[in-house]
């Protein structure tokens, strides 16, 4: 509070900024906007980007592990991993990032943003694998019983690749959620790129140039990223 | 005293009576889904090398009796023997104890099933599908597996279709490929699932004939549960009639066909055979 009262009252210093001029200035400003770019874009590439990539990796393998062991494990374990699941994607993940961030202060705030991404993502994963196997039909498990199939590559070559199939999309909605998220890494103090838009706007009070370059980034991103989903779903579809 | 290789060439009918160890034995065999009760009190054997056939009404508890026999459903009461070693559960002071998972999946491999559905795995080409089991499972060389696979597509006349997807593939090929899979893993009992009930008609008769094949040149003891009176009459050794879980009436083909001692045998012919 008294942090933002002396930023505040230096902004409204005359001698820092000149009121008459932002008032004059154009809507657009290229120089500022080439200017401010470099800074957001780089925090796009080591934060954003970073946690993103990572995030959904780890999402999509711990997912994946949750849903199996909800169907291996025996009835009170399941219960167990699947109720922590429940909480885990029923409580708001900023609440989730301040709690770790507090609890594990010895750590690194950007390990923690990662962590608590895939982690809170891959509870929503989870069920879309769910969803996938339960969609294998009877038929292709009783045919790895009567081949004498073992219990690993029956879901190795058989559940999960059929599985996929159809989860692949879901999957990818969810890591271009996961990515629109990263702002709430703001709660924690890690720079990412909406934080930074921020930082390098409020001083000059330019907000449209950083935020629209902060748009355009995730746009940037997220289209060739949904383009890439399409096509790794009609791979794994079925030759006909 | 009986070879196992007797009952392959015999005439039907030949090797029901005195096999010495029964490949399949179901003693007062029981099976309930909840509170109905599919099987009871169910007793039958099948020597080595016997072909028998399944028939009854929808319901009956036929193909309960082949998922049985391939662990896909829990035996709820009685014992299965694959030659004379318990496939569920053994008998000790009285009580049903289950047997060990391991010794289960070792039995088990010894059994091979084609399902209606056909059940390939979409994922995997046809060769794949055949060669799966018999390398990861039997522990085969990948090119002995390969081998054999090529030589199976052969004899069900998919010889060119190794390397396409099931899905490419018509019904009847598919299971054409399902019985290749099955032979793959060189079973001593093979089950018949009413092979070809999801088929074309016109496509019925080349999966029989394959299967007539199969009957005439190996050993394998099979248990059919088959609507194709036909194929039942010319393959089996024996005929057991089934309803409400019971078994009605059983014997040689010719007999059952043609001259059957229960009224519930002859309606159910009647109906099905159509006059």
Known sequence: MILNLTQAAEIDDPSMVDEEEVRRSPFWDWDFAFDAFPDIFMAFLEVTLLVTVIGSLLAAVLGLVIAILIMVLPKPLAWLVRWVANFIRMTPIVVQLIFVF???????????????FGVHYATYMSEVYRAGIESVPRGQWEATTALSMSAGRTWRKVVIPQALRSTVPSLGNYAISMFKDTPFLLVIGVAEMVTVAGERGAPVFRTTEVYTIAGLLFLAASYPTAVLINRLEKRLAYAH | MPTPTDAAGSEPGAAASSAPTPVIEFVDVEKSFGNNVVLKDLNFQVARGERVTLIGPSGSGKTTIL????????????????????????????????????????LRTRIGMVFQQFNLFPNMTVLENIIEAPIHVLGRSKKDAIAKAHSLLEQVGLPEKADSHPSSLSGGQQQRVAIARALAMDPEILLLDEVTSALDPEVVDDVLNILREVADTTNVTMLIVTHEMGFARDVSHKVMMFD????????????????????????FLSAVLGH
């Not at chain 1, 507090?102 to 608590?116: C, E, N, Q």
């Not at chain 2, 078994?247 to 007999?255: A, L, R």
Request: glycine share 10%; net charge positive.
């Open chain 2, 67 to 106: 998922r049985l026999v391939m662990t896909l459903e829990e035996l709820t009461g009685g014992y299965i023997y694959i030659d004379g070693q318990p496939l569920t559960h053994h008998k000790r002071d009285g009580k049903r104890v289950p047997v060990s998972k391991k010794e289960q999946k070792r």
């Open chain 2, 244 to 267: 409400g879980g019971h078994v009605v009436e059983e014997g040689p083909p010719d007999k059952i066909f043609t001259n059957p001692e229960q009224e519930r045998t002859r309606k």
């Open chain 1, 102 to 116: 507090w609890a594990f202060v010895w750590m690194d705030a950007l390990t923690i943003g990662i962590i608590v």
